[in-house]
Nanobody, 115 residues
Framework: QLQLTESGGGSVLAGESLTLSCAASGTAFGINSMGWFRQSPGKTREMVAM??????RYANSVKGRFTITRSLETMTVDLQMNNLKPEDTAVYYC??????????WGPGTQVTVSS
């Protein structure tokens, strides 16, 4: 079983930066992907950034502003968010996809960006 713990959320002003971190505990092998998703009230959860197979993918809305980094050794994945906008306000979730545990989600961390 895998458990994910997120940290780094908070409230900032537009244009500021935040870094979200996600750490996994437990046993995982065959990590297919690690990523960040977000969900705003009344909207469906959307992919923000993912890394798998050595390649990173980003939502168009965050390209050039957000950077995902990961460590397979420490089973952590971070999301550096620069030039935040009010529309980035959401609950952010990390997700690990592995061969032995399938998809595991973190509990979520709130990011609020004020104009």
């Amino acid at each position: 079983q895998l458990q994910l713990t997120e940290s780094g959320g908070g409230s900032v002003l537009a244009g500021e930066s935040l870094t979200l971190s996600c750490a996994a505990s437990g046993t995982a092998f065959g990590i297919n992907s690690m990523g960040w998703f977000r969900q705003s009230p009344g909207k469906t959860r959307e992919m923000v950034a993912m890394v798998g197979g050595g390649a990173a993918r980003y939502a168009n809305s965050v390209k050039g502003r957000f950077t995902i980094t990961r460590s397979l050794e420490t089973m952590t994945v971070d999301l550096q968010m620069n030039n935040l906008k009010p529309e980035d306000t959401a609950v952010y979730y990390c997700k690990f996809s592995t061969m032995n545990t399938g998809d595991t989600w973190g509990p979520g961390t709130q990011v609020t960006v004020s104009s």
